[in-house]
């Protein structure tokens, strides 16, 4: 039996806090209560049905290189063509993965969390990013593309950076910031070519911060790549060795 007088005990302050929280989160529940992003069922942020029915991808069937849903044989979008297309020689990631592919569903949850201010999405994205990690990047650091400071006073907070810190939690991996975004435009009214061209020498270093030998670079949507290939690149001429990308969800090449 536990003596009563060695019980552990909260302090009434803290306690005072905790009851005043849950009463807010209730009130708030009762007055706006959570509904699916994608169908606007009432009681979860993605319901179940919703859930089941993404498009994940299979990461049998994927591309090893740049997470192709389908290029496991042949990769229609990592290819001495494509790589040419962007003045590459080589593709500028060590990996990429991604638990979807970008369809209407995959898109809303993303505009959701970061246009209409739900970040508690940020936590159910990040656990689906998390176990698509491949178990040799896991002794890597997370660090993320900051957003625009257009984007983060619009917003009131860095979308990028928050759902890095969910990722890091969820998978067990350590965040750090490594990047500054001095300048660039928003990428989403861009086609193919002016992302690249919009995206050329738009990162810098962060001063002052010890480059880690290994990273997972974090993004919401891949669309082209021109974002995740500026900041690797970014990166890469920082010192950093191995560089890996890693997206909620994959737009296919047309």
């Given amino acids: ?25 209730a009130l708030l529940e009762t007055l ?14 993605i319901c179940p049905p919703c859930a089941q029915h993404l ?12 997470g192709s849903p389908f290029g496991q044989h042949q990769c229609t979008e990592c ?27 995959a898109r809303r949850i993303v505009t959701i969390y970061k246009d209409a201010n739900e970040r508690r ?27 625009t400071a257009h984007a983060c006073r619009t917003r009131g907070f860095d979308h990028a950076e ?27 009214s861009f086609g193919k070519r002016w992302r690249m061209q919009n995206m050329q020498g738009c990162f810098l270093p962060k001063v002052g911060t010890t480059m880690p030998d290994e990273v997972v670079l ?8 021109a974002t995740l290939h500026a900041a690797a690149d970014c990166l890469r001429s920082a010192g950093i060795a191995h560089i890996f990308g890693l997206a909620f969800a994959k737009v296919l090449a047309s």
């Fill in 162 to 188: 928050l759902l890095a810190r969910e990722v890091s939690s969820a998978a067990g991996m350590e965040m750090r910031a490594l990047l500054e975004r001095p300048r660039s435009r928003d990428q989403r």
């Fill in 79 to 105: 290819n001495e063509v494509m790589l040419a297309a962007a003045d590459r020689e080589r593709f500028p990631l060590d990996g990429m993965a991604t638990p979807l592919l970008a369809d209407d569903a």
């Fill in 1 to 25: 039996m536990t003596n009563a007088s060695t019980t552990p005990r909260s302090h009434p302050r803290t306690r005072l806090l905790s009851a005043a929280r849950f009463a807010r989160e």
């Fill in 121 to 147: 999405l940020s936590r159910e994205m990040a656990q689906m990013m998390a176990r698509c990690i491949p178990p040799e990047w896991r002794s890597a650091h997370v660090t993320f593309i900051p957003a």
């Fill in 32 to 45: 706006w209560p959570t509904r699916c992003c994608v169908c606007d069922a009432p009681g979860h942020l």
């Fill in 218 to 225: 974090v993004d919401d949507i891949c669309t082209t790549g």
């Fill in 55 to 66: 498009r994940y991808v299979d990461a049998n069937r994927a591309c090893r290189v740049c």
